[in-house]
């Protein structure tokens, strides 16, 4: 990975040179140009963390450079070149924005201490940005000797830059793990940026994954960054990506092999540096067979792989994984120290989780915020669907009734196991989706909100 990219601009030769060989000789990776209209169409081929601006130049003058960098992204710390009749016009580029400026002639030694510490400074700004953006910390939990080969293969894989892919069911946590490699790999610093290829549609995905430049179509008023620009340094994880079309395949495997793209409406090229981290529930070797999904990108991504087991595979870490996001929700809804009982152990022990960690989490946080007296939690404060299902169905008084609520259990159940997609949820129905819609509407069932509550 590169210390820090740096742009100069300036107009006088020997001026540009001389800082180019200065930041070299520090490790910095420099370009340079000579105009404003230049660097700007530098800035839309690739980012820069730092751009050393001259106020004056040919053309668009440094202020009016500064504020076209300062409406696009990503968005470089700028310090002003200023000459002896120059000095006001550096004191408004400070109000506008600007980091610092310099004045002529310059000096190697204030050349280095304003490039490291605007690049410091930016570099401290982004993992405040990274640290505020974690919801909660990474860790993968579980005991059994499954769980310990995954984390083992983290460990293994995070090092370096290969692409990794990880297939398991729906809700076992390809995300978590993801996030753990990326954590533990030396581009922590970086951005972590999860892209869910199912969520977005196929006429979105290219503006999401290369952004776009203004007047790219309708509506296109400014620049917009990508996906693959925002993970430039750090990790882009596209989940499910067996969902994305044969189209975007071809685009995002030649992304992977080049490092380099070009936002929709330009044509210039956009260099990044981004390892990638892919997922799928899908078995993607049979959709290469069935023509749903390229071989040469399967390959591509196929380099590092890991296997999350489904957790009815894995029951000694259903326990594990209760306990521990028992205590973070009763932290989180100051609840006293709340734990289960024997009985609720054995309940969860013995239910199947077609959902998965993902619907454990959200059992175990419903039956946090549900708790109103005790510090102990029984089987009934679990509310799993087989938990008094049998006796809500034997008090109804009519078969009719007892049919629909069956009907409306079912249904749910199968929304949960498939993340509330209609789509998926229909074809393992073996119904369309017009009339799941109807029968949702008919039994009254509304989506789930965070908390597991419809």
Same mark, same amino acid.
């Given at each position: 990975?590169?210390?820090?990219?740096?742009?100069?601009?300036?107009?006088?030769?020997? +001026?540009?040179?001389?800082?180019?060989?200065?930041?070299?000789?520090?490790?910095?990776?420099?370009?340079?140009?000579?105009?404003?209209?230049?660097?700007?169409?530098?800035?839309?081929?690739?980012?820069?963390?730092?751009?050393?601006?001259?106020?004056?130049?040919?053309?668009?003058?440094?202020?009016?450079?500064?504020?076209?960098?300062?409406?696009?992204?990503?968005?470089?710390?700028?310090?002003?070149?200023?000459?002896?009749?120059?000095?006001?016009?550096?004191?408004?580029?400070?109000?506008?924005?600007?980091?610092?400026?310099?004045?002529?002639?310059?000096?190697?030694?204030?050349?280095?201490?304003?490039?490291?510490?605007?690049?410091?400074?930016?570099?401290?700004?982004?993992?405040?940005?990274?640290?505020?953006?974690?919801?909660?910390?990474?860790?993968?939990?579980?005991?059994?000797?499954?769980?310990?080969?995954?984390?083992?293969?983290?460990?293994?894989?995070?090092?370096?830059?290969?692409?990794?892919?990880?297939?398991?069911?729906?809700?076992?946590?390809?995300?978590?793990?993801?996030?753990? +490699?990326?954590?533990?790999?030396?581009?922590?610093?970086?951005?972590?940026?999860?892209?869910?290829?199912?969520?977005?549609?196929?006429?979105?995905?290219?503006?999401?994954?290369?952004?776009?430049?203004?007047?790219?179509?309708?509506?296109?008023?400014?620049?917009?960054?990508?996906?693959?620009?925002?993970?430039?340094?750090?990790?882009?994880?596209?989940?499910?990506?067996?969902?994305?079309?044969?189209?975007?395949?071809?685009? +995002?495997?030649?992304?992977?092999?080049?490092?380099?793209?070009?936002?929709?409406?330009?044509?210039?090229?956009?260099?990044?540096?981004?390892?990638?981290?892919?997922?799928?529930?899908?078995?993607?070797?049979?959709?290469?067979?069935?023509?749903?999904?390229?071989?040469?990108?399967?390959?591509?991504?196929?380099?590092?792989? +890991?296997?999350?087991?489904?957790?009815?595979?894995?029951?000694?870490?259903?326990?594990?994984?209760?306990?521990?996001?028992?205590?973070?929700?009763?932290?989180?809804?100051?609840?006293?120290?709340?734990?289960?009982?024997?009985?609720?152990?054995?309940?969860?022990?013995?239910?199947?989780?077609?959902?998965?960690?993902?619907?454990?989490?959200?059992?175990?946080?419903?039956?946090?915020?549900?708790?109103?007296?005790?510090?102990?939690?029984?089987?009934?404060?679990?509310?799993?669907?087989?938990?008094?299902?049998?006796?809500?169905?034997?008090?109804?008084?009519?078969?009719?009734?007892?049919?629909?609520?069956?009907?409306?259990?079912?249904?749910?159940?199968?929304?949960?196991?498939?993340?509330?997609?209609?789509?998926?949820?229909?074809?393992?129905?073996?119904?369309?989706?017009?009339?799941?819609?109807?029968?949702?509407?008919?039994?009254?069932?509304?989506?789930?909100?965070?908390?597991?509550?419809?």
């Amino acid at each position: 990975m590169r210390r820090g990219r740096i742009l100069v601009v300036d107009d006088e030769e020997p +001026i540009r040179e001389l800082m180019k060989e200065i930041l070299e000789d520090e490790g910095y990776h420099v370009d340079l140009a000579e105009s404003g209209e230049e660097a700007l169409a530098m800035l839309e081929r690739r980012a820069y963390e730092l751009l050393f601006l001259d106020i004056r130049l040919p053309g668009m003058d440094g202020l009016e450079v500064l504020k076209e960098v300062k409406e696009r992204e990503p968005r470089p710390y700028v310090v002003m070149i200023s000459g002896h009749g120059t000095i006001p016009d550096a004191v408004e580029a400070i109000k506008l924005g600007a980091y610092d400026f310099l004045e002529k002639p310059l000096t190697m030694d204030r050349i280095i201490v304003v490039a490291r510490n605007a690049l410091n400074e930016r570099k401290l700004r982004e993992e405040r940005e990274v640290l505020l953006s974690v919801r909660e910390r990474v860790e993968f939990v579980g005991e059994s000797r499954a769980t310990q080969e995954v984390l083992r293969l983290v460990d293994e894989v995070a090092p370096t830059d290969g692409t990794v892919l990880i297939t398991g069911e729906t809700g076992t946590g390809k995300e978590l793990v993801a996030r753990l +490699i990326h954590e533990k790999s030396p581009r922590s610093r970086g951005r972590f940026v999860p892209l869910n290829c199912s969520a977005i549609p196929e006429d979105l995905m290219e503006s999401e994954l290369f952004g776009y430049v203004r007047g790219a179509f309708t509506n296109a008023v400014k620049n917009k960054k990508g996906k693959l620009q925002m993970a430039d340094g750090g990790t882009l994880f596209m989940d499910e990506i067996g969902d994305m079309s044969l189209r975007i395949q071809a685009k +995002i495997l030649r992304v992977i092999e080049e490092q380099r793209f070009e936002p929709l409406g330009s044509t210039q090229v956009v260099e990044i540096d981004t390892r990638f981290i892919a997922a799928t529930n899908k078995n993607l070797q049979e959709e290469v067979r069935r023509g749903n999904f390229r071989r040469d990108l399967f390959y591509r991504i196929n380099v590092l792989p +890991i296997h999350i087991p489904a957790l009815r595979e894995r029951p000694e870490d259903i326990i594990p994984i209760a306990r521990y996001y028992l205590g973070i929700f009763s932290r989180k809804y100051n609840k006293v120290d709340l734990k289960f009982s024997p009985s609720a152990e054995k309940l969860l022990l013995s239910y199947p989780w077609p959902g998965n960690v993902r619907e454990l989490k959200n059992t175990v946080e419903r039956a946090v915020i549900m708790k109103r007296q005790g510090s102990v939690l029984m089987p009934g404060d679990l509310q799993l669907p087989r938990e008094g299902m049998e006796g809500r169905l034997f008090g109804l008084s009519s078969l009719q009734e007892a049919t629909r609520s069956f009907e409306r259990e079912f249904i749910i159940r199968k929304l949960r196991e498939h993340d509330w997609n209609i789509t998926k949820t229909a074809e393992a129905l073996g119904i369309d989706r017009s009339n799941l819609h109807r029968k949702m509407k008919i039994l009254g069932i509304e989506k789930e909100n965070e908390h597991g509550e419809s």
